[in-house]
């Protein structure tokens, strides 16, 4: 579309051609004439991607009246369209209220983790619930940010809520009830400190190891007693326990040789584990289905997933792999993990610190940082960039290497008797 400066005598001049031609202003942005290939010139106001007002015949309305209409229109959309802004701020209220009627039902349907979230919104609610929307500006967002930090809150807190703040502030420029994102692309985030992810020690590994054995046998020799107590009295004994007592062993064991995360551990089912091809399938996002990550499952790992599907045999290949005894998905671990790591002496030690020992390992390993990635289901190197300290130095290569090949042909070993024991030729697994 050419740029003209429309005078009487340049309307004049123009001729039609074969297809429809426009012509904007140069000194009224909007403003803009047509020639058809009838030889029919019009006056145009664009006011919008794609609406336009007729303005006048260009045969009877001179160029200083089209523009004179043109400002005449503009401005009666510019009243209205304040009035209605003036609306959708009414409607929308309060930060809490737009939460309520609005927001809160868009979590729950869109987001994962949303009960996470759920719970950041409530306490934003009672710190920011009676401002309303439009009062939100790069101003408040400094003062919500320097009272958090005068009350001791951490800086990569302070940041989630700010970003919480934004995403709900964007869904209300979606529907309409702000015109624009009030503090989007003005507010920088704090330096966040990068913790060095938490680790086991050998000894605190071990300890671990010990403590699922005992609260395992504790289990066994308490079923025992009571088995033993209800033949006396002619009672129907109780199932025996097995090698593992419920979920928490495998659940644990697994964690720590895959590095799964907490509710990819929870959403598996015995479909996505191939315990003869060795691997192990993590959905990659819930709300896409096919898409999904492949893991190698090592030895002991397929032993322990083997054994755990032993006691579960009445288990069907779309039942949850880890579950509670009704056979439902898990929902919360936090007691007996606690528990766990009490009897196991270990401190400030989160289930989520397991995934971040699977890492330490391999990196210690000499696993190249981008499997590393692959192998957690990062979608950059960044996190992963936390545990760059611990990759070995190239000069201990060699004598670590030594070190593996004799722990590898121990596990080669002990591989082939297990094969040898589970994997029959007729039969898989």
Known sequence: MAILNLTNEAVKKLRPAEIRKEYRDQKLKGLLLRVHPSGKKTYMLNYARGKYITLGDAGILKVAGARERALEELGKIAAGRGLQEARNRERGGSFAEFFRKHYNAYIMENQRGAKQALVRYRHLCAQLG????????????????????????????????????????????????????PFKGKVKKFRETRNIPCQLTPGE??????????????????????????????????????????????????????????????????????????????????????????LPLNLECRETLFE????????????????????????????????????AEINNFRFQDLRHNYASMLVKEGIQLYTVKELLGLSDLEMVQR?????????????????????????????????RRWYKPDQGV
């Open 130 to 181: 009676t401002v309303p929307l439009s009062d939100f500006s790069p101003l408040k967002i400094e003062q919500f940010r320097s009272q958090r930090k005068k009350e001791g809150v951490k800086n990569s807190t302070i940041n989630r809520d700010v970003s919480a703040i934004q995403a709900m502030l964007q869904y209300a420029v979606r529907l309409g009830f702000l015109a624009e994102h």
């Open 205 to 294: 590994k071990s300890r671990l190891r010990e403590a699922l054995e005992d609260r395992d046998d504790e289990a066994r020799e308490k079923r025992k007693n009571l088995n033993l107590w209800r033949r006396e009295r002619n009672l129907e004994p109780l199932p025996e326990i097995g090698l593992f007592s419920d979920y928490l062993t495998p659940l644990v064991l697994t964690a720590m040789l895959t590095g799964l995360r907490r509710g990819e551990l929870f959403n598996l089912t015995w479909r996505d584990i191939d315990l003869r091809g060795k691997t192990l399938r993590v959905e990659v996002n819930d709300t896409i289905p096919g898409k999904a990550r492949t």
């Open 387 to 419: 545990y760059g300290h611990l990759a070995p130095d190239n000069l201990d290569d060699a004598a670590r290497a030594l070190d593996n090949i004799r722990s590898r042909e121990a596990d080669q070993a002990r591989r082939e008797q297990f094969e």
């Open 308 to 343: 755990w599907k032993q006691l579960t045999e009445y288990s069907k290949s779309a039942d949850y792999v880890f579950s509670n005894h009704r056979g439902e998905r898990l929902k919360n671990i936090y007691p007996a993990f606690k528990n766990l790591l009490k009897a």
